[in-house]
């Protein structure tokens, strides 16, 4: 029905950047909240960033003034821009977004969730 593919993670020496990118598509008739989880061994799933469509965002505080959510509603496509990374964000970064499908018609949202990308800073 849906499905959400990410990109760009890899690894990174502390203070490094990555940009990680995910495009959803398939039988989508419109996309609400958009945003990245991640979850690193041993831990439970984190939110890290949200962002509306109408772009209004929020971030976890570990990451304020480091992480910068974008979103592109034409190509139903959100970026995660990750600077001055460090070693205690790596883990798994999984794309959400809450899409209403065509047969939906905009009456329901649901969660889709992309296959999850590695994300490895090296101290």
């Known amino acids: 029905q849906v499905q959400l593919v990410e990109s760009g993670g890899g690894l990174v020496q502390a203070g490094g950047s990555l940009r990680l990118s995910c495009v959803a598509s398939?039988?989508?008739?419109?996309?609400?909240?958009m945003g990245w989880y991640r979850q690193a061994p041993g831990k439970q799933r984190e939110l890290v960033t949200t962002?509306?469509?109408?772009?209004?965002?929020s971030y976890a505080d570990s990451v304020k003034g480091r992480f910068t959510i974008s979103r592109d509603n034409a190509k139903n496509t959100v970026n995660l821009q990750m600077n001055s990374l460090k070693p205690e964000d790596t883990a798994v970064y999984y794309c959400?977004?809450?899409?209403?499908?065509?047969?939906?018609?905009?009456?329901?949202?649901?969660?889709?969730w992309g296959q999850g990308t590695q994300v490895t800073v090296s101290s």
């Open positions: 962002i509306t469509g109408g772009h209004t965002t």
């Open positions: 959400f977004a809450l899409v209403s499908t065509v047969a939906d018609r905009g009456r329901t949202y649901r969660d889709f």
């Open positions: 398939g039988s989508i008739f419109s996309i609400n909240a």
